[in-house]
């Protein structure tokens, strides 16, 4: 069974550009949640969805930031006119149901790099 | 506003010998609690959790780590530690009255030297 997978792996983008990070999720999982790893440091929570409902986005660093999940299965997080503080992994997680207590499977992430 | 302590940046364990890597956690209600590990350029992997129930719990690859309420520990554990358990850890905690997101700790690196 496959599980969570990102794309691209890597990213290379120059300051003022936009990119679209993409995160498909285990196959009949409801939640779907965004991370940031800075480096050295701890995943933060950015945003979660339950099936096409984005129903938290409080994590999100400012309005250049955008995610989406229009089917309730891919989702696709976007970031408008990076900056260099926007360097950092991107990790997508998602659980089988809506509750607090289900395990969150992480996919590979994706590592930006802003110039 | 929850959050996770991972007091040890690394810790060094020869191969063979016990391990135990510390967290602590702050939460308003009770907690569940989560520990994964993440090898070089991979995602975060799912070792175990702490839902209710037995205070110790035991996950994947012989790893255990035991809930204390008192101490508002999740200490992770291992009897015999390999080689291959090098790598970088995370505790996380999810406040279980209402609605929360899961809290990571900033991760402790494990060195198991041969």
């Known amino acids: 069974g496959a599980g969570v997978s990102q794309s691209p792996r890597y990213k290379v983008a120059k300051r003022g550009q936009d990119v679209a990070l993409r995160c498909d999720p285990i196959?009949?999982?409801?939640?779907l949640f965004w991370y940031q790893q800075a480096l050295g440091q701890g995943p933060e929570f950015l945003t979660y969805?339950?099936?096409?409902?984005?129903?938290?986005k409080s994590g999100l660093p400012s309005d250049r930031f955008f995610a989406e999940r229009p089917e309730g299965s891919v989702s696709t997080l976007k970031i408008q006119r990076t900056q260099q503080e926007d360097s950092a992994v991107y990790l997508c997680?998602?659980?089988?149901?809506?509750?607090?207590?289900?395990?969150?499977?992480f996919g590979p992430g994706t590592r930006l790099l802003v110039l | 506003a929850q959050s996770v302590a991972q007091p040890e940046d690394q810790v060094n364990v020869a191969e063979g010998n016990p391990l135990t890597v510390k967290c602590t956690y702050s939460?308003?209600?009770?907690?569940?609690l989560f520990w994964y590990v993440q090898y070089p350029n991979r995602g975060l992997q799912f070792l175990l959790k702490?839902?209710?129930?037995?205070?110790l719990v035991k996950g994947s690859y012989g790893f255990e780590a035991e809930f204390n309420k008192s101490q508002t520990s999740f200490h992770l554990k291992k009897p015999s530690a390999l080689v291959s358990d090098s790598a970088l850890y995370f505790c996380?905690?999810?406040?279980?009255?209402?609605?929360?997101?899961?809290?990571f700790g900033k991760g402790t690196m494990l060195l198991v030297s041969p």
């Open positions: 997680a998602s659980s089988l149901g809506p509750g607090d207590r289900e395990t969150q499977y």
């Open positions: 196959s009949g999982h409801v939640s």
């Open positions: 969805f339950q099936n096409e409902a984005q129903l938290d």
């Open positions: 939460v308003s209600g009770n907690p569940y």
């Open positions: 702490y839902i209710t129930g037995d205070n």
């Open positions: 996380a905690v999810r406040d279980r009255g209402g609605y929360s997101t899961l809290t």
